[in-house]
């Protein structure tokens, strides 16, 4: 559920804003569906890293990769894949992280609400 969630409105969202986007997604649905603290990471991970691999090869392909190329040489790697594979994963880990941060504000105030 929540990678479906994340999935969608990370896709709809990043049409109108930045692509930071997928941080406010990623907390607000880990914060308020995110069962334990490995779903809240995972799910939002492989969601972006999904997610951003599909619509960077849905762009890249029409023009046969000259972007993507021209970027990967600038980072002085050799081929198009690994700027695609470097940029996935750093947006997987921010999903990710801010998934488990938003998980863990839920538990935090709900602890402290309980406490009070």
Request: hydrophobic residues 60%; positive net charge.
């Amino acid at each position: 559920m929540v990678f479906i969630v994340i999935l969608i409105l990370s896709f709809i969202l990043q049409s109108f804003f930045p692509w930071w986007a997928v941080i406010v997604v990623s907390f607000a649905t880990c914060g308020i569906i995110g069962k334990t603290d490995k779903i809240s990471f995972w799910q939002p991970f492989f969601a972006i890293l999904i997610l951003w691999t599909g619509m960077a090869l849905y762009k890249s392909f029409p023009n046969n990769h000259i972007l993507a190329n021209r970027v990967a040489e600038m980072f002085g790697l050799k081929v198009w894949p690994a700027i695609l594979a470097v940029s996935t994963l750093i947006g997987g880990l921010v999903a990710g992280i801010s998934g488990l941060c938003g998980y863990h504000f839920r538990k935090a105030t709900i602890k402290s609400k309980a406490k009070a």
